[in-house]
């Protein structure tokens, strides 16, 4: 290189250098406050729901004792009515918000893994016997064939995944429609298999459905109360239990998801 060529090009590196420890301090800054600000959505979601629920419980509370007539006799059909409703709409306000609370969670990392010994036969048993009234309300039924015997994993976290994925099957599938559930020892793994005859979802559906708050527009979507967070909650939890959810569908058919659970989940106390 000629001489009078050396002092311009390093001129001209000084300012490449320069200019990009100044992109990467601003880059690192910029990283530096989203994480506080994630931090700070998390934290708030976490306090509101908390701020939430405590009033949220006395209505349900109270109202839960009105119906009892502990104290006096709740007159006129349309007040028992309302009542109901004020019940109702109550508890689903509750499940929004501990679903809330429980995104929030996971996204600070906060959220705690036992590991203990459990039945998973048991687990899917509680789960039907939760949902089998507003299966029998919409005419659908449920069939369990369930073997094996006893893994390490999170119960409560385990139930949840199982809710969210039975009371989908069920809302998604029209009157007299059926939802087989399959659980057994597979390759290493506790695999649970639940399928349905129901709307079913193409493929880009089922991206949609994975993502907070995503519902994919149906006749039954519309007709049923939810908030697209029942299945990226299924997703992140399985995750922190260290197995897999894994769903195959088709628009008009049905959909099956096939959830895996490790034998031993490791405890995680973050
Ligand atoms: N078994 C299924 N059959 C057909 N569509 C489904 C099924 N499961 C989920 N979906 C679609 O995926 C969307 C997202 O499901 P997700 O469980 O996250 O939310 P949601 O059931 O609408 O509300 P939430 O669970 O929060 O009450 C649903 O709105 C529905 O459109
Ligand atoms: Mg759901």
Known sequence: MALDMVLPAIILLGIVVAAMAYFIRRASALVRELERANRSKSSFLASMSHE??????????????????????????????????????????????????????????????????????????????????????????ITQHCHGGTIFSDERVMRQILINILSNAIKFTNPGGAVHIIGEQLKGQYQILISDNGVGMSAEEIDVAFSTFGQVANELTKKHRGTGLGLPLVKRFITLLDGSVGISSNPGKGTSVTLSFPLKTTAKNL
Not at 82 to 108: T, V, W
């Open 52 to 141: 939430v629920r405590t009033p949220l419980n006395a209505i349900l509370g109270f109202s839960e004792l009105m119906s009892l007539e502990l104290y006096g006799k709740v007159e006129g059909e349309k007040n028992k009515e309302y009542l109901r409703l004020i019940q109702d709409s109550g508890g689903h306000l509750l499940a929004i918000i501990n679903d809330i609370l429980d995104i929030s969670k996971l996204e600070a990392g906060k959220f705690n893994i036992y590991a203990e010994k459990i039945q998973p036969c048991q687990i899917v048993d509680t789960c039907v016997r939760t949902i089998e009234a507003s299966a029998k309300d919409r005419s659908i039924t």
